[in-house]
């Protein structure tokens, strides 16, 4: 706890967590604050930290009791905005390559964070990857932005805070007590996510049956290899209920992938193999619909091109996200009333949330109305 603190002392984390009215485009005088902005560059402060699991987070392809995470902010005439990367295993990136990547970005050329095109245009020319470190720094520009403006995103976007859709909880892959356990916590959710891809994946399935009966939805993580293995616990898995599944094949496996959601009475949804905006096209030819996670595509507005996109190929949506503080599951919050289905319960994972920002009520993602992506500091 104490380590806590001062981290969040030492990297400023306390200040600018008012909500700040700023200027509305289109608004009255009378509601629009008449604050005179100074023009002075923007500054770019990150430091790592460690997030830690509730419980061993166990998935087709590796366990882990740990995430590495790097948090931002943004700062500009004494008003902050904060930005996340979480760095789960198969991103491949790492503290130090964020770090790398974020003692790049010269924000200091930049007096005016309301160009958030040519500023964003900026960042992603400096390399070809680094996802994760541009969802960083993506988040806390958002953020910043949306507390000048003095109000959150959904809002700017237009949208509908009451067409934000249930969100899954998700249960790893573990003992049939410790199932029954994580499904007792999960009470309160309409719709329960299961990690599946290994040999337990049928006794898996029936002890969260045996204790509940709500919707699941399933996510292989690559796991199977056989598609028509794959195709017969695709019909067993819709007898028991579950909605849809997320990766069962391996990413790398288009030809059986496609056969598979043919053929399959389940949509299949793609994560591993839907990472940025250019894989959407593609993927319309191999997948029911895609999962859109910021770290994955690099923030925001990534993700909200990558909605447009994949709703105009008649493809379902899903918004999901890593384990993460509350920082980047309320950014991608912002973007729920636009999808079919949510994914947003890594802070929930987590024993370390340094944010306080969406809640869950009654099982569905509840927008509050505090200025950019709807946090404040713990």
């Not at 805070?161 to 007590?177: A, L, R, S």
């Not at 579950?242 to 959601?261: C, G, N, R, Y």
């Not at 507005?301 to 920082?327: D, F, H, P, Q, Y």
């Amino acid at each position: 706890m104490e380590k806590r603190r001062t981290f969040i002392k030492s990297a400023g984390l306390t200040a600018g967590a008012i909500a700040i009215s700023g200027w509305i485009p289109g608004c009255s005088e009378n509601t629009i604050n008449t604050k005179k902005w100074n023009e002075m560059p923007l500054s770019l402060r990150f430091k790592p930290f460690e997030l830690k699991l509730k419980h061993v987070f166990t998935i087709a392809t590796n366990s882990r009791t740990t995430t590495p995470d790097i948090l931002t902010e943004l700062e500009w005439n004494g008003v902050i905005g904060y930005g996340e990367a979480s760095l789960p295993p198969y991103l491949k990136e790492t503290q130090e390559s964020v770090s790398q990547f974020l003692s790049k970005v010269d924000v200091s050329k930049f007096i005016n964070p309301f160009l958030m095109e040519d500023i964003q245009d900026y960042v992603d020319g400096l390399s070809e990857g680094d996802y994760a470190a541009k969802a960083s720094f993506d988040i806390a520009l958002h953020d910043l932005v949306g507390k000048l403006i003095g109000q959150p995103w959904h809002k700017i976007w237009g949208l509908n805070p009451e067409k934000t859709p249930v969100t899954c909880f998700t249960i790893g892959i573990d003992t049939p007590e410790v199932v029954k356990e994580k499904v007792k916590e999960a009470e309160e959710f309409k719709i329960l996510k299961v990690k599946l891809g290994r040999d337990t994946d049928r006794e898996m399935v029936e002890t969260i049956r045996s204790v509940t009966g709500v919707p699941i939805c399933a996510d292989a993580n690559q796991g199977w290899t056989d598609r028509q293995m794959a195709l017969e616990m695709c019909h067993w898995l819709k007898e028991k209920g579950v909605v849809f599944i997320e990766q069962p094949l391996p990413k790398t496996a288009k030809e059986d992938l496609a056969w598979l959601t043919q053929n399959s009475p389940l949509p299949i949804i793609g994560d591993e193999g839907v990472q940025t905006l250019e894989d959407v096209v593609p993927a319309s030819q191999i997948y029911s619909g895609i999962n859109i996670k910021l770290m994955k595509c690099g923030g925001l507005r990534a993700a909200r091109k990558m909605i447009t996109l994949a709703r105009a190929l008649n493809m379902k949506v899903m918004i999901g996200c890593m384990t993460e503080t509350s920082c980047a599951i309320a950014a991608a919050a912002q973007l729920s009333p636009l999808v079919d289905w949510a994914d947003l319960d890594g802070n929930l994972l987590i024993s370390n949330d340094l944010f306080d920002g969406t809640k869950v009520t009654d099982g569905k993602i509840t927008l509050n109305d505090r200025p950019g992506i709807g946090i404040i500091p713990l």
